[in-house]
């Protein structure tokens, strides 16, 4: 059993990280599935989001229920702001990767497919016929005539959205620290009511993607980009708002105070990356 001993915390052992383990490794797996044309890929997606929404659930309340029962200290904090920390530093770099291959794509192996750069060579060996640059459907257009996402619509709404909610999180982190609760539940529900909004236009951006202007995952490089790196994103965004209505129902129930508020904190922290990546996706992905 989970229990306090001197300065340290020693908490039970927890099943929770492997069911995660298990919820991410057959959501990712049978989406794969899924775009290679196994039907079954389906409802293996379903599945493993249903097991992660509920690892959610249950390791929220075990953590929820050990912190307002005074198990937590002051050391304990540390160590949840430095594993904060690390895990949102893990998460630059899993962006990092995709805006890679968005980078490597357009300035470099275009170019070389062009003729141009210290690799022109490319341009006579591998593909002679090759006239295209950003956006790419791929080798003899084996992604199909498409329309690229424009940015002064759905993503110019969704980029004012998400700074809108930055500043609501803020401003109940102020609440919070003002001991004002009204404000502090105002704010919150302001912050996730904008982040399911975010999500819900993206959902339509898809979905007229899809249906109207023939962006697809197998559009060729740009299709598989656009749609990784948004839609990583918007998930990332749906996980932010779950967290997000969670510290919103535990404000409600009096949690938190001015001086032991970290659950909160991380939040804030995750919607601020959440943020700053949108700006970079915004910018590299429908902008330039």
């Given at each position: 059993?989970?229990?306090?001993?001197?300065?340290?915390?020693?908490?039970?052992?927890?099943?929770?990280?492997?069911?995660?383990?298990?919820?991410?490794?057959?959501?990712?797996?049978?989406?794969a599935a899924y775009l290679n044309g196994v039907e079954i890929g389906g409802y293996g997606m379903i599945g493993g989001i249903a097991l992660l929404l509920f690892m959610m659930f249950g390791w929220f309340r075990v953590v929820i229920n050990e912190s307002e029962s005074g198990l937590y200290n002051e050391q304990v904090?540390?160590?949840?702001?430095?594993?904060?920390?690390?895990?949102?530093?893990?998460?630059?770099?899993?962006?990092?990767?995709?805006?890679?291959?968005?980078?490597?794509?357009?300035?470099?192996?275009?170019?070389?497919?062009?003729?141009?750069?210290?690799?022109?060579?490319?341009?006579?060996l591998l593909w002679p016929e090759f006239t295209e640059n950003w956006p790419s459907n791929g080798p003899a257009g084996i992604g199909g005539d498409f329309e690229s996402m424009e940015a002064w619509g759905i993503?110019?709404?969704?980029?004012?959205?998400?700074?809108?909610s930055g500043a609501t999180v803020t401003w109940a982190h102020w609440a919070l620290k003002a001991d004002n609760r009204r404000n502090l539940i105002l704010g919150l529900f302001l912050t996730f009511s904008l982040g399911l909004t975010f999500v819900g236009c993206q959902a339509y951006e898809y979905s007229h993607a899809y249906t109207h202007m023939n962006l697809t995952l197998g559009s060729g490089v740009y299709?598989?980009?656009?749609?990784?790196?948004?839609?990583?994103?918007?998930?990332?965004?749906?996980?932010?708002s779950i967290m997000l209505i969670t510290i919103?129902?535990?404000?409600?129930?009096g949690h938190?105070?001015?001086?032991?508020?970290?659950?909160?904190?991380?939040?804030?922290?995750?919607?601020?990356?959440?943020?700053i990546v949108w700006l970079g996706l915004f910018i590299f992905v429908y902008w330039i």
């Open positions: 059993m989970a229990h306090a001993h001197g300065e340290y915390y020693l908490p039970q052992p927890s099943y929770w990280p492997i069911i995660g383990t298990i919820a991410i490794f057959t959501t990712l797996s049978s989406f904090d540390r160590s949840f702001r430095w594993g904060m920390i690390w895990f949102i530093f893990s998460e630059v770099f899993f962006f990092a990767g995709f805006f890679g291959a968005l980078l490597y794509t357009r300035v470099f192996s275009l170019p070389w497919l062009l003729g141009e750069g210290d690799k022109g060579a490319a341009h006579t993503p110019a709404l969704n980029t004012l959205i998400l700074l809108t299709g598989s980009v656009f749609f990784m790196l948004t839609g990583f994103h918007g998930f990332h965004v749906t996980v932010g919103f129902l535990r404000s409600i129930r938190f105070t001015p001086k032991h508020h970290f659950a909160f904190e991380a939040v804030a922290w995750y919607w601020h990356f959440v943020d």
